[in-house]
């Protein structure tokens, strides 16, 4: 009996099987098993496999009688599997070498875990690596898919919950994970150990409209089921499930329900209420720039002016996990002169109400360099639960997803259109400012009311290292 089931479905995928299945065949751990599904496909793919197998007596290869779709695929596959500890891969992904050996000896070591789940690197077409995608906390599953691309679980715990769902094409692994994180421990393995290939012809490429629907429909079922994760991710699940959902009911019952968790938060995002006033002792600067607009240049010059800007990217963290209030974000202010970064980006409204004599300053940028720019931050230190929030989305394929650009471009620019329209004819309370600009350090120091202190702008936060990607955004494809 094998030690671990690999199951292998493919579909037209000539191109990259040979490459997928050579990655399994020398895996430093060989006790294991590959069943490849041939899910009717019309190129060479069947001659492959069976090449492989009839080299391999490791590997069997199955015909299905009609196109079934993965998840039914998957089915067939685990019907036949003897291992242990079961896995499946995709015709176009890539195993490294010690990857299912690592796996297996994580999720063997805890008798409480179903399963475990690593880093990998996305990859294109050619097999270039183009960056490593690090896995979100595990706990935050219902806000988004925290398993990823590389996994592996036990097959008696597979067995129990049964296969995966024939009616959630596009989302029945992330279904998968959820119903086997309610039998016990996922484990997180900081390793990376394979390789996603992401191109044209991929379904995350391809249909992610229907996915993030898919996805909603899931959190929709999940999200009763999991009182105990964090607040801020299922205020994050029930955002999407609103946004996305195609059932009305299911929509407005969910928003409900984010009201109830946060209902102070959400209430005042909604415009439904305001925080009592509470003037500072002290002219207040709120630089209130969309991420990658320059802000902490921004930030080093107010400095120079004597008003230091408090960074809150912890009070951001803290307020996504549910574990700050809007209420105490708004107190811990009162301490600065200056603010910048999320979440004081989109809560001007409210930093204006308890600060009436404040001052605002919003950075531009060009759209084409700002896109450049925001995915070269995501391909160097990747995504993170902050960023995925401000898109409302997972940002990690922005390189290679004209649909996530098309997405950042959209909240960029509603974000500086709401901005405009809140200040509009109030040009001694907000000052609107590209740093490229050959008069924006002389207008910066005008409408601070002092003298300048610098000759420019310094640069802050520049990505040193990383080459511009060769990419092509979705500025350039209009």
Known sequence: ??????????????????QSIDSIRKQDLEDLELIIINDC???????????????????QVHDNPENLRLPKSLNEGFKRAKGSYWSWTSHDNLYRPDALRRLTETLAADKDAVLVASDYSLIDDKGTVKRLRKLSPIETMIAGNAVGACFLYRADIAQKVGGYATDLFLAED?????????????LYLSEDLYMY?????????????????????????????????PKGAKVSACRQIFKFHPNTLTRLKFALHAV????????????????????????????????KTATSS????????????????????????????????????????????????????????RYPDAKFILTTRDEAGWLKSLIKHVSTYGSNDLINALYGTDMTDLADSPELQAT????????????RMYFENRPDKLLEVDLRAPDAYDRFASFLGDEKKLDAFPRANVIEGNPELHVKTATEST
């Open 197 to 229: 290939r992401h191109h044209g012809d991929s379904l995350t490429s391809t249909r992610q409209a229907d996915i993030r629907r898919m996805d909603a429909i899931v959190k929709a079922r999940y999200l009763p089921l999991m009182p105990d994760a």
């Open 408 to 419: 950042a471009l959209t909240i960029y620019r509603k974000h500086l259109h709401n901005v």
């Open 174 to 186: 992330y279904e998968y994970w959820l119903r086997l994180g309610l039998e016990g421990k996922i």
């Open 298 to 353: 921004v930030a080093h010059a107010l400095a120079e002016h004597g008003i230091h800007c408090h960074t809150n990217v912890d009070e951001a963290t803290q307020m996504f996990r549910g574990t700050l209030s809007l209420s105490d974000w708004l107190h811990s202010i009162d301490a600065h002169t200056g603010l910048k970064d999320f979440p004081g980006t989109y809560l001007y409204r409210e930093l204006e109400a």
């Open 41 to 59: 496909s019309t190129d060479n793919s069947a001659e492959i496999a069976r090449a492989h197998a009839a080299e391999d007596p490791r590997i």
């Open 1 to 18: 009996m094998p030690l671990v089931s690999i199951v292998l479905p493919v579909y037209n995928g000539a191109d990259y099987l040979d």
């Open 260 to 291: 109830r968790l946060r209902p102070v938060i959400i209430l005042k995002q909604l415009g439904f209420m305001k925080p009592a006033a509470n003037p500072a002792s002290e002219p207040k600067v709120f630089v209130i720039g969309w991420q």
